[in-house]
């Protein structure tokens, strides 16, 4: 801003006429206001225009403030002159400086000329510079904001590279005691193989850990410019063959070309020998990792630099913060150039240019691994920097990439101070030792775990726990082999896993973890478990994300879109750790995320519980299918036809049909999805399809369900008529909408066959009607004659008794008749009941009295019990009365004690109990009237039907008194008419029956009785 202010002041003092004077005030951090005079009449009157406090005050001003005119300024505080002029500087104006957003930076206080009037002219030009001075202003604003951003990103990377010095060096001292023990543990004599083999893995990873702090280590202190290169003269051809000689055993093992091509040097190169062992070998491992087929060729070759180049610059985007080595001559030198080239995967074009910039790493590459920290060619490109090469990379996609590191030969390009002072005795042997084999095995071994491991040839019954697992018959582990572990999840052990992990030591912790108590196979990647899951559908896929070729998220993807395995449970595996890496797994669609390193006890109860709740779900969908396929079997077996409509558009369309509806409606090969009210014109034609639709809707919109027990119409696409009996009802549907089913039967048949039993039934009471009343004809003269023959008192004792036969048979004869009649006009609805208030008392004394006679004959023991009510504590003895028919009631009772007297042996018991049950509401109770014997008994079987017409019971007995079967139906319908009920009771052949008649007990009683 200061810069600013002069470069104005520059231009406001070339018219000094037009600007007397200027002063600007800014507003500062912290609030406050600081004064600037930008040109002033003379220096004496500075101290008057900085002391000025209108300028002050109006940066206090809101910032929606216009320009303001100051019309006095010397009022104000502010009196000059101008050198030449005689009059006083009076007018002034005051305009608001804007800076970045708008937001209001200041103002500006410009002096109007005494001898040019303020026209809009005039404004015009002032305004013009107050904008040019706030234009000014917001672009130093933004320089300087810039410029703090920049020094707080370099401070910021500064402490970042401190960190990672800091913390590789803390890495380092835990290491140190973590890898001695381990090597002397692994070197013991007396471990057993299983557990030699699980302290090779820690020592594995352990040294590959320390690898990876070293690498980060080196990297920080050539951040931050300590790194020290010690340059000897070396044999870089011998040295250069030695170290790619060391991944051969690698190549051959992939199955990779490797063609090492060094031929000797002109010229010694003075490098850092650990230095260029870094170089040469991240450069082969990275060709390695990223070359899945083909061929890996390293090449030396000796070339001379033109000049004027300048090797000290690469030909990558990354800056380097590494100290600049001498300067490259400008004559013609000798350079070595390092050729690394491979047929892999290769490198996008628009990914090419940050190949070299530190943690990056290129997207969805296919390599061996997905495993790495992105700094290796970073740490290559500042290894070259500081031989004073440079290092260039060249790529086409899917076709492979070479990379070039071009190195001067000899030394006058590094500083002399960094230069090894050999001594001439020993220096040949300096110059030629080989390359020490250390740290080229640590990358070789990396890499070789990169290599899928050969799985061991054993038994599949001992390929997974202990020696004594077994496999069944489904090929699942039995249950005798495994150890003891969570019996809770005991029923889904033998289940297969499909572990997916690029890490070759985690894949075999998972296997030897998993494998006592599941079938696990294992993937080097996410397209080999995708095949392995897709060949033979997993119970569970044990995933890791980052991986080559296909990623653990891309894997998920791909199993939620295949048909078979979407319901597989997928187990995330992962090195990024904090919520937002969790919830993207979750989301898309994981079971369960788990975050490296991980407890082995909490990744088995978590698996054993996605197992099992994955046999559950599979149980309880299999049950469902059964089911679902046994009512779909017997819905498409039943005679019963049924069909589904819903609202489509606001028209009711079949969704389903069974094959009895499908028939119905004719068979139409477009039924599913027609209109409803289209079929239904169809069969029935109008205004009846319309009865019948609106029913329909009426059920869908209420819930109401709609029976009709007979639907007797002519269809009219058959010209016939059928019958049917159907119910509709509102059912939910899996759409959440709702629809209407409807269940129905052809009862053509049934209403033919009824009709028919009506007819022949109608025929039967006309036939009996004739019958009893063509009887009653004959049987009165027979009377009449008895009733002579017995008043002639005939001396013959012989014929005395013909006499009474023929006169008991007559009343025998008679009674059957008249049941005949009775029978017949109940069944026709002609039996009128004269009904009055009647005393059960008197009923059964008639009855008696009618019964009395065959029980005297067979001289059985007969009672006559009434037993009074109880009623809130207190007995209660009145006469029980009903409202009825005395006659039918009587009728119905001494039924009852004939068909009693009938079937009880000679000299057994008949009991008659009168009583009245209360009522549970405190109303009228039930007149009571239980008729037990000890007689034959009824079966169970014929319990339920001996109150219809023509049942009676054993045939075969000798009972002289014989019987249509109609007296018990009689006693049904005539008590069932005084709005009674009678029922039987018996524990079963020979066990006696007891019959109960209940009638309504008469409340009040009729002033006239």
Not at 43 to 58: C, D, K, M, N, P
Not at 306 to 326: F, K, W
Request: charge should be negative; glycine fraction near 8%.
């Amino acid at each position: 801003e200061g810069q600013v202010q002069r470069r104005v002041c520059g231009v406001v003092s070339d018219a000094p006429l037009d600007l007397p004077f200027a002063a600007v005030y800014l507003n500062e951090p912290g609030g406050q206001v600081a004064g600037q005079v930008l040109q002033g009449p003379t220096v004496r009157r500075i101290e008057e225009v900085e002391s000025f406090g209108e300028g002050r005050r109006a940066v206090g001003q809101a910032e929606a403030d216009p320009a303001r005119d100051l019309p006095d300024l010397p009022a104000l505080g502010l009196s000059l002159t101008l050198p030449g002029w005689p009059e006083t500087l009076r007018r002034g104006v005051l305009l608001p400086l804007r800076g970045a957003g708008k937001d209001l930076a200041g103002v500006l206080v410009l002096g109007v000329s005494p001898r040019r009037p303020l026209d809009e002219e005039y404004r015009d030009f002032l305004n013009l510079v107050a904008g040019q001075v706030s234009a000014a202003l917001a672009d130093a604003s933004a320089y300087e904001a810039e410029r703090r951003r920049a020094e707080s990103l370099a401070e910021l990377d500064r402490a970042k590279t401190a960190f990672f010095s800091n913390i590789s060096h803390e890495f380092r001292t835990p290491l140190t005691l973590m890898l001695g023990p381990l090597e002397e543990l692994v070197t013991a004599p007396h471990l057993d193989g299983p557990a030699r083999d699980r302290l090779a893995l820690v020592l594995r990873n352990a040294s590959r850990l320390q690898r990876l702090v070293n690498t980060l280590l080196d990297f920080s202190r050539i951040e931050a410019g300590r790194a020290q290169a010690r340059y000897e003269a070396t044999d870089l051809a011998a040295l250069t063959r030695d170290l790619a000689s060391t991944f051969r055993s690698a190549m051959e093992r992939a199955g990779l070309a490797f063609e090492v091509d060094c031929p000797p040097l002109s010229a010694h190169a003075y490098v850092d020998r650990e230095m260029w062992e870094k170089i040469v070998l991240n450069l082969l491992s990275n060709a390695f990792k990223f070359t899945m087929r083909g061929q890996v060729t390293v090449r030396l070759r000796e070339a001379g630099l033109e000049a004027g180049q300048d090797l000290s610059q690469s030909q990558s985007q990354s800056q380097s913060q590494s100290p600049s080595p001498s300067p490259s001559p400008s004559q013609s030198q000798s350079q070595a150039v390092l050729e690394v080239a491979d047929t892999g995967a290769g490198i996008p074009a628009d990914e090419l240019p940050k190949v070299f910039d530190r943690f990056h790493r290129v997207a969805g590459a296919e390599g061996r691994t997905h495993e790495g920290s992105g700094i290796g060619l970073a740490l290559v490109q500042e290894l070259v920097l500081l031989h004073g090469g440079r290092i260039e990379a060249s790529s086409v996609h899917g076709r492979g990439a070479v990379f070039r590191v071009v190195l001067p030969l000899g030394r006058e390009h590094l500083p002399r101070e960094r230069i090894e002072r050999i001594e001439r005795i020993d220096r040949t042997e300096r110059i030629e030792r080989t390359a020490s084999t250390t740290a080229a095995r640590a990358y070789v071994d990396e890499a070789l775990r990169w290599l899928p491991a050969p799985e061991p040839a054993q038994d599949p019954a001992h390929a997974h726990g202990s020696g004594t697992a077994r496999v069944d018959e489904s090929g699942r582990l039995a249950a005798a082999g495994w150890p003891a572990a969570d019996q809770r999840f005991a029923a889904t052990f033998g289940a297969r896993i499909v572990v997916a992990d690029d890490n070759a030591d985690m894949r075999t912790y998972l296997r030897d973890l998993l494998s006592p108590y599941y079938a696990v196979e294992l993937a080097a990647d996410g397209l080999q478990a995708l095949e392995a899951a897709r060949r033979v559908p997993p119970d569970l896929l044990l995933s890791d994300v980052m991986m080559p070729r296909l990623d653990g998220l891309a894997l998920l993807s791909a199993i939620r879109a295949d048909a078979r395995l979407g319901g597989v449970p997928v187990v995330l595996l992962s090195a990024r750790a904090g919520e937002e890496a969790r919830i993207e797994g979750l989301d898309a669609g994981a079971d369960d995320y788990m975050i490296k390193p991980f407890s082995s006890r909490e990744l088995l109860a978590r698996l054993g519980a996605l197992l099992e709740l994955r046999r559950m779900r599979q149980s309880a969908e299999a049950a469902s299918r059964v089911r679902t396929e046994q009512f779909e079997t017997l819905l498409n077996a039943a005679p019963m036809g049924l069909f589904l409509v819903a609202l489509d558009d606001g028209v009711l369309r079949v969704r389903e049909a069974n094959p009895t509806a499908r028939a119905t409606f004719g068979h139409a090969p477009d039924l599913i999805g027609a209109r409803f009210d289209a079929l239904v014109e169809r069969q029935w034609g109008h205004p009846l399809s319309d009865q019948v639709v609106s029913l329909f809707l009426r059920t869908l919109e209420t819930g109401e369900p709609y029976h009709t027990p007979e639907f007797i119409q002519e269809r009219s696409d058959l010209g016939v008529t059928e019958a049917y009996e159907w119910q509709i009802s509102r059912i939910p549907l899996a759409d959440g909408s709702m629809g209407v089913v409807c269940y129905y039967r052809e009862i053509s048949a049934h209403l033919k066959a009824r009709r028919r039993l009506e007819a022949a039934d109608r025929q039967k009471d006309q036939f009996l009607a004739m019958l009893a009343h063509e009887l009653r004809n004959p049987i009165a003269p027979i009377r009449s004659a008895g009733d002579v023959l017995s008043r002639l008192g005939l001396p013959d004792e012989r014929s005395q008794k013909m006499v009474a036969i023929i006169r008991r048979q007559v009343e025998t004869l008679t009674r059957l008749v008249d049941d005949l009649l009775d029978v017949s006009r109940i069944t026709q609805g002609r039996v009128e009941l004269q009904l009055k208030p009647v005393l059960l008392s008197e009923v059964i004394a008639q009855a008696v009295e009618t019964a009395e006679p065959l029980m005297r004959e067979r001289r059985h023991h007969f009672s006559v019990t009434s037993v009074t009510s109880v009623t809130s504590g207190t007995t209660v003895a009145r006469p029980l009365r009903v409202h009825g028919d005395l006659a039918r009631l009587v009728q119905c009772v001494a039924n009852v004690l004939t068909n009693a007297a009938k079937y009880t042996d000679p000299e057994g018991r008949i009991d008659l109990t009168m009583s009245e049950e209360p009522a549970l509401a405190g109303g009228p109770g039930t007149a009571l009237i239980r008729i037990s014997d000890d007689g034959i008994g009824v079966p169970p079987a014929l319990q339920a039907t001996m109150f219809d017409l023509f049942v009676q019971g054993d045939r075969t007995l000798d009972r002289s008194q014989g019987g249509l079967g109609i007296g018990l139906s009689l006693v049904r319908q005539l008590i069932g008419m005084h709005g009674g009920s009678v029922s039987v009771h018996s524990d079963g052949a020979g066990c006696g029956a007891r019959f109960e008649l209940r009638l309504p007990v008469l409340a009040t009683i009729p002033a006239s009785d």
